[in-house]
Nanobody, 125 residues
Framework: QVQPVESGGGLVQPGGSLRLSCAVA???????????TAWYRQAPGKQRELVAS???????SYSDSAKGRFTISRDNAENTVSLQMSSMKPEDTAVYYC????????????????WGRGTLVTVSS
């Protein structure tokens, strides 16, 4: 079992900041490489949309709504990816999902498109 696990969601006031983290949980002994990690979000009644992504080499990209306000980063030592959100708006309210593009080396080689279960972010006064 290999799955990203999100943390850090919650309630924040407009203009405030919040930091989300994503760590890949695995069965003992699993060896893998993360090719790329992305944050998506899905607001009520809307389709899931890409917010930001980061490659294994550190290249980043952002949606237009996230540019200038959100920062995606990775900690290779901790094998985590974070999304720092600032100047938040009510329209940022959504369930935020972590997606990881993985290459599993052990116990067997395969690629894996892995989604977390999501963390709710609510921006409201």
């Amino acid at each position: 079992q290999v799955q990203p696990v999100e943390s850090g969601g919650g309630l924040v006031q407009p203009g405030g900041s919040l930091r989300l983290s994503c760590a890949v949980a695995t069965a003992p002994g699993t060896i893998f490489i993360t090719n790329a990690t992305a944050w998506y979000r899905q607001a009520p009644g809307k389709q899931r949309e890409l917010v930001a992504s980061i490659t294994s080499g550190g290249s980043t990209s952002y949606s237009d709504s996230a540019k200038g306000r959100f920062t995606i980063s990775r900690d290779n030592a901790e094998n985590t990816v974070s999304l720092q959100m600032s100047s938040m708006k009510p329209e940022d309210t959504a369930v935020y999902y972590c997606h990881a593009d993985l290459y599993i080396i052990h116990p067997s080689t395969r690629t894996l498109d892995a989604w977390g279960r999501g963390t709710l972010v609510t921006v409201s006064s």
